[in-house]
């Protein structure tokens, strides 16, 4: 049973560009939410996605946009990047409105 | 505001001695509160959860948590700790079914032999 899966694993970019992170849930999973880590913090809530709706959604500007496809599977996409952007994107599983989420072995980003 | 507060930013201990990493959160009501276990370079591994009921609960890998309402905290501990034990802990709470998860800034246990 796959877990979690993510891809790439890393990425580099410069100020400016655009980036795709994806997502996969665990099996039977239908709920996709996305976090960024910033080196030395915990996850920030970035949004979640079910039933190809955004319904939630943290405290991160309109460059952040995500989808979610019919099978589940998730992107983030994060337009005109910034330095600050350079974290590691996390992205969580569930079912429905279960409380445990499950997440995957994140991507980092790195922004020059 | 809705926050946890995670006091240690770093503790050492030795493997065999019990450890015990601080969680303390700010919400208006009993949230659902969670342990997670962060590797270098890996995702993040539920340790165990809190949702109603016993307040003291038990995880994976030997760990428990005790919940305690008067003073809003989910202290996490293991009565001997691994080699292996080393790494990041979050402790994160979310206020309804599927609602977002908020983290703290992290526990980073280190384990001499």
């Known amino acids: 049973d796959a877990g979690v899966t993510q891809s790439p694993t890393h990425l580099i970019k410069t100020r400016g560009q655009q980036v795709t992170l994806r997502c996969s849930p665990k099996?039977?999973?239908?709920?996709v939410s996305w976090y960024q880590q910033a080196l030395g913090q915990g996850p920030q809530f970035i949004f979640q996605?079910?039933?190809?709706?955004?319904?939630q959604r943290g405290n991160f500007p309109d460059r952040f946009s995500g989808h979610q496809f019919p099978n589940y599977s998730s992107e983030l996409n994060v337009n005109a990047l910034l330095l600050g952007d350079s974290a590691l994107y996390l992205c969580?599983?569930?079912?429905?409105?279960?409380?445990?989420?499950?997440f995957g072995p994140g991507t980092r980003l790195t922004v020059l | 505001a809705q926050s946890v507060t995670q006091p240690d930013i770093h503790i050492t201990v030795s493997e065999g001695a019990s450890l015990e990493l601080r969680c303390n959160y700010s919400?208006?009501?009993?949230?659902?509160l969670f342990w997670y276990v962060q590797s270098p370079g890996q995702g993040l591994q539920l340790l165990l959860k809190y949702f109603s009921g016993d307040t003291l609960v038990q995880g994976i890998k030997g760990f428990e948590a005790e919940f305690k309402r008067s003073q809003s905290s989910f202290n996490l501990r293991k009565p001997s700790v691994h080699w292996s034990d080393a790494a990041e802990y979050f402790c994160?709470?979310?206020?309804?079914?599927?609602?977002?998860?908020?983290f703290g800034t992290g526990t980073r246990l280190q384990v001499t032999l």
């Open positions: 919400y208006g009501a009993t949230p659902y």
């Open positions: 996605y079910y039933e190809e709706e955004e319904r």
């Open positions: 099996s039977g999973h239908d709920t």
């Open positions: 969580a599983s569930t079912r429905g409105f279960k409380n445990e989420q499950f």
């Open positions: 994160a709470f979310s206020t309804g079914t599927a609602s977002k998860l908020t």
